[in-house]
């Protein structure tokens, strides 16, 4: 099975956050049928080939996000059109799966003079669990390579996640009286001004400043009460300027709300242009644009030195329709294998 018909199978198989026993095991399945030792470890899969000191690991996630609305074919029954491939999850990101797949199984173990881990994630559209669970697996590799829709492009930063949730706190009263009480709904009225008025001088080369957006809000229990209690979420995309915990400390002080932390530990990552990884990437993608990726993914938990670079379109994602050009797939299967030959370099012959 070469890229194409890997995809097509990887599509044709549900596999939404939580509901990876499937393709998980097709994968295991064909990683052994084609001469590797995959292992199951908490539905993640996960293998080697090579062997030596300095390791690199390629890694993409199984899992989509649920069927949105707004689809005009059956999301579940890939279909190769005019030479793109219509699914869930063929750009986000199987088409990336399908090539890390083709090219650790083509790969000549006899020229890697060191040892390529590959990896397929579970729940990275909702918690990033599994690719922590697999860094627990693996011993401490050298070098990462996350695959993800950039159209091919080599993301060498990534924006970070801080999710929080505030409280705002009023008094109730009746609604015909509103001065006798506090609006919590002006109250978190207020704070949101005061948040999306912070200034952050600092802009990243590649991620600009952070972005913050009040995505969630509920208050009230009646028509005519005036709300005691309003809470509201934001959801705020971190720089390596800002990291999580400054972002945090910001907004506590700009607010009277209480703040609750409810996520923190996705932070930005980014790695100098002169890291191997980075040299690899490039002499095995030389037209390829380095640049900042907007999104988060499973990045933000390895703690090795990695980039971000897949076949696909980042607008297709979690979109109607969606869809990936099989050439891209394909031209990223060859990417891969060139990326690993390049990052070890060529074995000299010695060990024969
Ligand atoms: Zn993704």
């Known amino acids: 099975m070469k890229a194409k018909e890997l995809l097509l199978k990887l599509v044709s198989i549900q596999s939404v956050s939580g509901g990876e026993a499937e393709i998980g095991e097709f994968i295991c399945k064909y990683l052994s049928d084609n001469g590797l030792d995959p292992k199951i470890h908490e539905g993640n899969v996960y293998c080697s080939k090579g062997s030596g000191k300095d390791s690199l690991l390629l890694t993409s996630h199984m899992d989509t996000v649920p069927v949105c609305p707004g689809w005009t074919r059956n999301p579940n029954k890939p279909t190769d059109d005019g030479g793109k491939i219509f699914g869930l999850g063929s750009n986000d990101a199987k088409g990336s799966m399908a090539a890390m797949m ?23 559209e909702v918690t990033n669990c599994g690719i922590g669970q697999v860094m627990k697996k693996l011993p401490r590799v050298g070098a990462a390579v996350v695959g993800e829709p950039t159209g091919l492009d080599i993301c060498t930063s990534m924006k970070g996640l801080l999710i929080l949730k505030l409280k705002a706190k ?18 978190a009225m207020g704070d949101i001004q005061r948040v999306l008025a912070l200034d952050f001088p600092k802009s990243h080369n590649q991620l600009g400043k952070p972005s913050i957006a009040a995505t969630m809000i509920s208050a009230g229990t009646g028509n005519n009460v005036i709300p005691a209690q309003c809470e509201f979420t934001l ?10 915990n400054k972002l945090l400390a910001l907004i506590e002080k700009a607010v009277k709300s209480e703040v609750i932390v409810q996520s923190i530990r996705l932070n930005s990552r980014t790695v100098p242009e002169k890291e191997k990884i980075v040299l690899a990437a490039r002499s095995a993608n030389s037209a390829a644009a380095i640049r900042g990726f907007p999104a988060m993914c499973d990045l933000a938990l390895i703690d090795a030195p990695g980039i971000i670079m897949g076949p696909g379109n980042s607008a297709q994602s979690h979109a109607p329709d969606e869809f990936i050009e099989i050439s891209q797939v394909e031209k990223a299967s060859i990417i891969y294998g060139k990326l690993i030959k390049d990052y070890f370099g060529k074995k000299q012959g010695k060990s024969r």
């Not at 083709?102 to 990275?124: H, N, P, R």
């Not at 009023?170 to 109250?187: L, Q």
């Open 170 to 187: 009023g008094r109730s009263a009746h609604a015909s009286r509103p001065s006798e009480g506090i609006n919590a709904i002006y109250s």
């Open 235 to 244: 959801n705020i995309r971190s720089t390596p300027f800002y990291d999580n």
């Open 102 to 124: 083709d090219a650790i199984v083509s790969l000549d173990e006899s020229m890697l003079d060191g040892k390529v881990f590959f990896s397929a994630t579970v729940q990275e």
